[in-house]
């Protein structure tokens, strides 16, 4: 009877249900020691960074098997893949986010918060912490909620944004805002393939691997777009009411597209206006920290003012539209 | 005996129960019928329906009905309001609101495609209700909009009140975004 029912629930993928994660950081596998990162744990470093208020992050991945790499702008993680990012602010480590992928359509999502010794971390309650750190006088880090956390990493199609093929190309950008040169120890696509950890992806991926194809100036700000906004605007995951597709190949495109988007004080302002900084939306949100208008609408309460500067330059020089 | 024997049938039932029931959306009947019933009840009308002045006063305006703040309708700037205790306004259609996080419009929540819920999914009304945030992943809903109220509804019901609302006529009606509070500070760091 039992043997009747089990094989009727494992297709249900709605109620398959994902492990509760572990209460401690401690016990998710990420060290093998306290303090001491687990060799199986690859260190990486993304070209183009997430803005977090200026926080200094490291990341690691442990995958038990290969990515299938058929798909380059969608890896399929094996299942049991965990990837963690520390999250720390003026040199206190506050907080560490982990990805679990405990079924072919089941992730885990977890935070946990830095105990006060730096000794270890622990499970954030699903609805997050409001107030885990201040980054600057007035302002507090907040860690996300699990619904925060599914807004950007998907709700199906799970994705871990920092590890894709153009954030570990070794092709990458010398101008990238808050990027990290690569290092002895962090894992690249050449290490991935040396190590059999992809598989299927295209035959010509180290000798061409991705990179945003433009001038300095538009490759840098089109990576930090990829890196801040196209985890949302994208046509692949549509916000209704919304064509905009800030991923590399459509963002110039779809931002450019004839229509007006509120600039407060100005009437001719588009999602992007080139030659017209003052006009673009797109520089508002970004440079704004108020809630009606802020973009990203999560996770940074400080403006990035090297971001703000970068595409205010970018807009200024953008060669104007013609128009029909 | 006969229990044991049935569980696995009855589970089974109600497994290709659901997935027939997710086959057949369209024509929903009675699901639709318990939408209407909480939107009245909940009060969406007061806010998503304007106003319009009849010989009794203020009426609903039900050939807009549900299609939010009206585009033809331009409000001038917000007015200043005195230093409290008074400390928000609306608009005759009961559409437009001010206050302290500035200016808000109700939503058209009928099914026109490019400027209502017409192109929405059932999936993406939940997680606007479950996000809180405009679009399912924007900035926060705004006052007056009382959304901690509608997280408190089943899902079964959320999904009848999307069903009634995608029944509805379509109203083309384009709301103003929403205006920032002109005084708040923006930290530049």
């Not at chain 1, 299927?200 to 890196?227: F, V």
Request: charged fraction near 20%; include cysteine; proline fraction near 12%.
């Amino acid at each position: 009877m039992r043997a009747l029912l089990l094989p009727v629930l494992a297709l249900t993928p709605a109620l398959a249900k994902a492990p509760a994660p572990p209460r401690l950081l401690s016990q998710t596998g990420l060290y093998a020691a306290p303090g001491v990162v687990a060799a199986r744990n690859l260190a990486y470093a993304p070209q183009y960074p997430l803005w977090t208020d200026g926080a200094a992050k490291a990341r690691w991945i442990h995958l038990p098997a290969a990515i299938d790499g058929r798909e380059e702008a969608g890896w399929v993680f094996p299942v049991g893949t965990k990837a963690w990012k520390e999250f720390a602010f003026g040199g206190r480590k506050v907080e560490t986010r982990l990805l679990w992928k405990t079924g072919p359509r089941t992730w885990v999502f977890a935070s946990y918060a830095w105990n006060e010794a730096q000794t270890d971390a622990v499970l954030v309650p699903e609805g997050g912490l409001a107030d885990a750190a201040e980054v600057a006088p007035g302002l507090r880090h907040g860690i996300p909620s699990r619904t925060d956390c599914r807004d950007c990493h998907g709700q199906e199609r799970v994705e871990v944004l920092g590890f894709t093929a153009l954030q570990l190309s070794p092709d990458r950008d010398p101008g990238a805002l808050h990027g990290e040169p690569l290092r002895p120890g962090l894992i690249t696509l050449k290490d991935l393939v040396a190590r059999r950890l992809l598989r299927g992806a295209r035959p010509d991926l180290l000798t061409r691997p991705p990179r945003i194809e433009a001038d300095p100036a538009t490759r840098t700000a089109l990576g930090y777009l990829q890196a801040n906004c196209a985890t949302c605007h994208r046509a692949d995951r549509p916000i209704p009411g919304l064509d905009l597709d800030l991923r590399p190949q459509a963002a110039l495109r779809t931002a450019l597209a004839p229509g007006s988007f509120p600039v407060p004080g100005q009437p001719e302002s588009r999602i992007l206006s080139p030659g017209h900084p003052e006009r673009s939306a797109l520089l508002h949100r970004l440079a704004s920290r108020n809630p009606v208008s802020q973009m990203p609408p999560l996770g940074t309460v400080r403006v990035d003012r090297a971001a703000v500067d970068h595409l205010r330059r970018w807009i200024a020089d953008l060669p104007p539209v013609p128009s029909h | 005996m006969t229990l044991n024997r049935s569980f696995p049938l009855a589970a089974l039932g109600l497994l290709l129960g659901a997935s027939l029931a997710q086959a057949a959306a369209p024509a929903q009947p009675k699901l639709i019928r318990r939408g209407a019933y909480l939107v009245s009840i909940a009060g969406c009308h007061d806010c998503h329906t304007p106003l319009k002045m009849g010989p009794k006063g203020p009426e609903p305006d039900m050939t807009r009905m549900l299609s939010g703040h009206p585009d033809s309708l331009k409000m001038p700037p917000a007015p200043k309001l005195p230093e409290g205790p008074w400390g928000w306004a609306g608009s005759l259609t009961m559409t437009a609101f001010t206050g302290p996080w500035g200016v808000s419009y109700s939503a058209n929540l009928t099914p026109d495609k490019e400027t209502g819920l017409g192109s929405w999914t059932e999936a993406q009304f939940l997680q606007m209700v479950r996000t809180r945030r405009h679009l399912g992943q924007g900035r926060p809903i705004l006052p007056p909009m009382p959304v901690q109220n509608l997280q408190l509804v089943s899902e079964p019901d959320l999904k009848a009140i999307f069903a009634y609302l995608q029944s509805i006529p379509a109203v083309h009606n384009r709301v103003p975004v929403p205006i920032e509070p002109a005084a708040t500070p923006i930290p530049m760091h």
